[in-house]
């Protein structure tokens, strides 16, 4: 079991930025996993945000957050970070860090392992 941690949500102002991180546990998973985001709004449904592959070269977004979010990844801490600039109220949500094998992907079925999820909120 890969154990994921997340820290850096919180509450932040429209047209604000905040940094949210990702840290596995697991050693196995250096350098090996794509390691990305998902979120989840009141009443919706899960969705991809941004994934990022074991190289930190390859990566992918919802179309709704490029140019404002940027996923990175440190494979030495085995950590991966998404700033989030120009944030909305539409960007309130749980985030959920993933990882997993696979290349990075918007289907959450592709992601072995889940954290527990960290809150965003955006308001004034």
């Known amino acids: 079991q890969v154990q994921l941690v997340e820290s850096g949500g919180g509450l932040v102002k429209p047209g604000g930025s905040l940094r949210i991180s990702c840290t596995a546990l697991?050693?196995?998973?250096?350098?090996?996993?794509?390691m990305g985001w998902f979120r989840q709004a009141p009443g919706k449904e899960r969705d991809f945000v941004a994934a990022i592959d074991w190289s930190g070269f390859n990566t992918d977004y919802i179309d709704s957050v490029k140019g404002r979010f940027t996923i990175t990844r440190d494979i030495p801490k085995n950590t991966a970070y998404l700033q989030m600039n120009s944030l909305t109220t539409e960007d309130t949500a749980v985030y959920y860090c993933v990882a997993g094998t696979t290349t990075p992907t918007n289907v959450a079925a592709r992601y072995d392992y889940w954290g527990q999820g960290t809150q965003v909120t955006v308001s004034s």
């Open positions: 697991e050693e196995r998973t250096k350098g090996a996993y794509t």
